[in-house]
């Protein structure tokens, strides 16, 4: 899942994160059933799929990875970030992002959402300036 809009110059790194996050999440919670779905296919594939969902997943991951690593490396240079390795913190974010998932999966929307804020805050806290 990309971000859909280039972010102008001026937007903080910390909202483009954010609105991707946000775009990411909402993405997911539209459709549980869809969602559903997916991950048993993903866990479970049926021996005839005639594609690998995990290869096909970690295409999209190998691109938000570039796309976030892309933007912590904007966040450091602007100042707004602490200087550090952004491959590592794409790592550590794209590893929440799959623990959020897994979240959304065991509580219900308002439980969900009060969690998401509480682990973007600390995130976002760990690593700006």
């Not at 110059?9 to 991707?20: C, G, I, P, R, Y």
């Not at 974010?93 to 973007?120: N, P, T």
Request: charge should be negative; glycine fraction near 4%.
């Amino acid at each position: 899942m990309a971000v859909n809009n280039v972010e102008s110059h001026s937007t903080s790194v910390q909202k483009e994160l954010k609105n991707f996050l946000d775009q990411v999440i909402e993405f997911q919670l539209k459709d549980s059933t869809q969602l559903k779905i997916f991950i048993r296919l993903l866990l479970f594939p049926p021996d005839f799929f005639e594609i690998n969902l995990k290869e096909e997943l970690k295409m999209v991951v190998e691109k938000e990875h570039v796309l976030l690593s892309d933007l912590f490396k904007k966040g450091m240079e602007r100042g707004e970030i602490k200087n550090g390795d952004c491959d590592a913190i794409a790592t550590l974010l794209l590893c929440l992002m799959d623990g959020l998932f897994w979240e959304m999966q065991r509580h219900d929307e308002a439980s969900f959402r009060k969690r998401y804020e509480i682990v973007w805050s600390q995130f976002w806290e760990s690593i700006q300036t």
